[in-house]
């Protein structure tokens, strides 16, 4: 038997609620795969409930969004201590937290993400079997959204994602 909406929102707020401790477990055996994955999963689990909360009209998304914003703070800092080969960005789509900062009223770090999109798009092939064109795309219209300004490579990244939908209204709502 499905769960009913309700079921659903409280299943989520518990898992999300339960995530800092595996989180915590993973920076002590400093495994930084188990971390990033980890924290991707608190944060998902938190904006599903807060979304269906708002949207089976149980209440607003504002405190499971919080507790998503919260729960990332400082993220990126810990995920380099553990491990600082690797660009923890790459690993945890840090830009959905910006978002739910972003809907909160919260402040953005523009030149983080500015960094993180840099100078270069990745090959085309990178693009198509990594979904890294969906993570750019929405760097990149969420640095636009922060600072007013479209990423200097904007026109090249969509011409790499022209053959989907999503892209056309993209540009059309986002358009350098």
């Known amino acids: 038997m499905a769960m009913t909406p309700e079921q659903s929102a409280a299943f989520y707020q518990e898992q999300a609620e339960s995530y800092p401790a595996s989180i915590a477990a993973?920076?002590?055996r400093r495994d930084f795969c188990l971390l990033t994955q980890n924290q991707g999963l608190f944060v998902k689990c938190a904006l599903t409930s807060g979304i269906m909360r708002w949207r089976h009209g149980l209440g607003g998304p504002r405190p499971m969004f919080?507790?998503?914003v919260e729960?990332?703070?400082?993220f990126l800092a810990d995920a380099a201590a553990?491990?600082?080969s690797k660009a923890a960005w790459?690993?945890?789509p840090f830009e959905l937290v910006d978002y739910l900062r972003l809907l909160l009223g919260e402040p953005i770090d523009g030149g983080f993400v500015a960094g993180c999109l840099g100078d270069s798009l990745p090959e085309k092939h990178?693009?198509?079997n990594l979904h890294l064109a969906d993570r750019f795309l929405d760097?990149?219209?969420?640095?636009?959204?922060?600072?007013g300004r479209p990423w200097p490579r904007w026109g090249e990244?969509?011409?790499l994602r022209a053959a989907k939908r999503r892209t056309a209204l993209v540009a059309e709502t986002f358009g350098a």
């Open 26 to 28: 993973a920076k002590e």
């Open 66 to 68: 919080g507790l998503a």
């Open 71 to 74: 729960g990332s703070t400082g």
């Open 82 to 84: 553990v491990d600082p």
């Open 90 to 92: 790459k690993h945890f």
């Open 126 to 128: 990178e693009f198509e």
């Open 139 to 147: 760097m990149a219209v969420l640095l636009k959204l922060v600072t």
């Open 157 to 159: 990244l969509l011409g």
